[in-house]
């Protein structure tokens, strides 16, 4: 009795440890996880192509770090599947782009609203995360107008739903600017009403050695997340240089002049100061 005591008692022993090591194991892999925080942009670049912008990164002692060269399987959602797109890696800041073909083909709903989703699967270290985004095809067009020195842009704007292009129904805001290499130059915004929009650009925008200039229209509404239509155009102000003058003979002359001129007055100075040595 006593020795069938002792072997339950082992058992119950060895139980209890195998339990005890399970938990402090389970409890080490999940405080060794760390969460990771995604990201998505997508942006409609008219007659171009489509630009998908994720991030992905952590925080530590609170604050952001990237996740650097994380797998992310980009996904087109229809209602009772997923498709993956391709799969893109992060950068050493965390960032991961994919530029999809103006003519990719996606599933619709019936509101022409699309789903693209974002899959980080996570490892040993980061835990798994995901974003989506919906969109709706939006097409802008603006015809560059210069008459009587009064610089206009027309814009129009139609949505696709249901393979038919249709003006939209609401509102839609946008904005001008001047493409600068810090900080873009805002020159206007406004409305796109029942599809159709009129900006009226300055004539003193500063430009490059020709006066051209890189307008950009952007429409940044939740259905159809940002899109931009840009136009290069020499309605700027053309960079002036500075000319330098040539010297003409008149100058060279005189610079010689002076020139010939220090040089005596040293060497006279010079057999002055020998001559009174030599009397002293």
Same mark, same amino acid.
């Given at each position: 009795?006593?020795?069938?005591?002792?072997?339950?008692?082992?058992?119950?022993?060895?139980?209890?440890?195998?339990?005890?090591?399970?938990?402090?194991?389970?409890?080490?892999?999940?405080?060794?996880?760390?969460?990771?925080?995604?990201?998505?942009?997508?942006?409609?670049?008219?007659?171009? &192509?489509?630009?998908?912008?994720?991030?992905?990164?952590?925080?530590?002692? +609170?604050?952001?770090?990237?996740?650097?060269?994380?797998?992310?399987?980009?996904?087109?959602?229809?209602?009772?599947?997923?498709?993956?797109?391709?799969?893109?890696?992060?950068?050493?800041? +965390?960032?991961?782009?994919?530029?999809?073909?103006?003519?990719?083909?996606?599933?619709?709903?019936? %509101?022409?609203?699309?789903?693209?989703?974002?899959?980080?699967?996570?490892?040993?270290?980061?835990?798994?995360?995901? #974003? #989506?985004?919906?969109?709706?095809?939006?097409?802008?067009?603006?015809?560059?107008?210069?008459?009587? !020195?009064?610089?206009?842009?027309?814009?129009?704007?139609?949505?696709?739903?249901?393979? !038919?292009?249709?003006?939209?129904?609401? %509102?839609?805001? &946008?904005?001008?600017?001047?493409?600068?290499?810090?900080?873009?130059?805002?020159?206007?915004?406004?409305?796109?009403?029942?599809?159709?929009?009129?900006?009226?650009?300055?004539?003193?925008?500063? +430009?490059?050695?020709?006066?051209?200039?890189?307008?950009?229209?952007?429409?940044?509404?939740?259905?159809?997340?940002?899109?931009?239509?840009?136009?290069?155009?020499?309605?700027?102000?053309?960079?002036?240089?500075?000319?330098?003058?040539?010297?003409?003979?008149?100058?060279?002359? &005189?610079?010689?002049?002076?020139?010939?001129?220090?040089?005596?007055?040293?060497?006279?100075?010079?057999?002055?100061?020998?001559?009174? !040595?030599?009397?002293?």
């Amino acid at each position: 009795m006593t020795q069938l005591f002792n072997i339950n008692t082992k058992s119950l022993w060895r139980v209890s440890f195998l339990i005890i090591f399970c938990l402090i194991t389970i409890s080490a892999i999940a405080q060794k996880k760390q969460k990771a925080y995604m990201s998505i942009e997508y942006k409609q670049i008219v007659n171009e &192509y489509r630009l998908l912008e994720v991030t992905i990164r952590t925080r530590i002692d +609170g604050k952001f770090q990237a996740i650097k060269n994380a797998p992310i399987e980009i996904l087109m959602v229809s209602e009772d599947d997923e498709v993956l797109i391709t799969t893109i890696n992060s950068d050493e800041n +965390g960032f991961a782009n994919l530029a999809i073909d103006k003519n990719y083909s996606y599933f619709k709903d019936d %509101e022409g609203k699309y789903t693209i989703k974002a899959v980080y699967k996570g490892n040993d270290t980061y835990k798994k995360a995901n #974003k #989506k985004i919906k969109a709706r095809d939006l097409f802008i067009n603006g015809d560059f107008v210069d008459k009587d !020195s009064i610089k206009t842009i027309y814009i129009s704007a139609l949505e696709l739903i249901q393979d !038919s292009m249709t003006i939209p129904e609401k %509102e839609i805001g &946008y904005e001008v600017f001047v493409d600068r290499l810090f900080a873009d130059l805002k020159l206007a915004s406004g409305d796109i009403v029942n599809g159709k929009a009129q900006i009226t650009i300055p004539n003193d925008i500063p +430009g490059d050695n020709e006066g051209n200039i890189k307008l950009i229209i952007l429409v940044d509404e939740r259905n159809y997340q940002t899109v931009e239509l840009s136009k290069t155009i020499d309605w700027g102000t053309p960079l002036i240089k500075e000319v330098i003058k040539k010297k003409n003979a008149a100058t060279i002359s &005189y610079v010689a002049f002076m020139i010939t001129s220090i040089i005596v007055i040293a060497i006279f100075g010079l057999l002055l100061s020998k001559r009174i !040595s030599n009397k002293s």
